[in-house]
């Protein structure tokens, strides 16, 4: 009975408010012409206020669309959040060097594996710097997606034409994670500089010369030239020999203790060939033979190590045959 009441009650007030009173629709419902009623309809609930006047209704109008806006700077900054964004900043970074430090250590005790492991260094670093952006972003000051919007689209065009180099070298360090070229623990040349990969971060790469100097490209130079890779992901690289020789030497002979000069050496590397060619070259109006002794080294970091070993056993060798005298040599 107390349904059937309250629905009776509601079906007059309808057919009272459709027939007796105008109406007219204004914002998320339906207002009374008459200033001092306004009846609201939402969905399937039914509000009556009395002595609500205009000026209400335009005030709790213009209070709605407040609350719809982005919030007050205070409630997106506080104290608060910007000492927790500093810890997880803190703690991240310690987390990452920790785990890049300890992948470091156990690459190094182990020559086979040691460029796989190094490979996920920086891989590692970047998504480790992106999960703690993550975590302050979202879980922390967690702004309101037009918030974002808006603050990412302007910090895009002014830093966009700020630092067009940085962007252009952040993307080609992006490029070579994914394309990898090369990767930490390769032999490259670039350019004028030939060493060891020893770090690619999101703006430059970082290699080792044979004179231990350290020099630093920029991943943008890196991509617009020719890379060439000596082992390509390889712990072992060819190492290449080359001596000047007399025109009038038994080149059978030479080759011979050319190849075993290699094979006694302690860098070698036995799994791959050992090649020994011979070319005519002119210095000085003169014409010379010059070998080409080529072998692997079972580990790039003695790639130097090997050239020169192999080059003094050959040298020493061809003066203890006989086969050269010292004056002889170019």
Not at 38 to 63: H, P, Q, W, Y
Not at 117 to 131: C, D, H, S
Not at 235 to 254: R, S, Y
């Amino acid at each position: 009975m107390n349904i059937l009441k309250n629905i009776s009650i509601k079906i007059f007030i309808i057919f009272l408010f459709f027939t007796h009173f105008g109406f007219s629709q204004t914002g998320n419902g339906i207002s009374h012409k008459n200033d001092s009623i306004k009846v609201v309809v939402k969905t399937d609930t039914i509000f009556i206020n009395t002595g609500v006047t205009k000026k209400n209704i335009e005030a709790d109008t213009s209070k709605n669309v407040l609350e719809i806006g982005p919030p007050p700077i205070e409630e997106l900054i506080s104290f608060g959040k910007v000492f927790w964004s500093l810890v997880v900043l803190i703690i991240g970074f310690f987390i990452i060097r920790i785990i890049s430090k300890t992948l470091d250590l156990i690459a190094e005790r182990s020559t086979g594996y040691r460029i796989t492991i190094k490979g996920f260094v920086p891989i590692i670093r970047i998504f480790g710097w992106l999960v703690i952006i993550y975590i302050i972003v979202a879980g922390i000051f967690r702004p309101p997606l037009p918030t974002i919007l808006t603050i990412a689209a302007s910090l895009g065009i002014a830093v966009g034409f700020a630092a067009q180099d940085i962007f252009k070298n952040i993307f080609g360090g992006i490029m070579i994670l994914f394309d990898r070229p090369f990767q930490v623990g390769d032999k490259i040349e670039v350019g004028d500089y030939y060493g060891e990969v020893i770090k690619i971060g999101l703006r430059s790469t970082r290699i080792v010369t044979p004179d231990d100097s350290m020099v630093s490209i920029p991943n943008g130079d890196i991509m617009s030239k020719s890379v060439s890779n000596a082992n390509s992901g390889e712990p072992n690289c060819q190492v290449v020999a080359e001596i000047f020789l007399p025109i009038t030497v038994d080149t059978e002979k030479v080759r011979q203790i050319a190849i075993e000069a290699a094979q006694v050496s302690k860098y070698i590397f036995l799994n791959k060939p050992i090649v020994v060619l011979f070319f005519n070259e002119v210095k000085e109006r003169r014409s010379y033979l010059k070998m080409r002794l080529k072998a692997y080294v079972m580990d790039i970091r003695y790639e130097f190590q090997f050239k020169s070993e192999m080059t003094e056993i050959v040298m020493r060798e061809l003066i203890k045959e006989k086969i050269i005298a010292p004056g002889d040599l170019f």
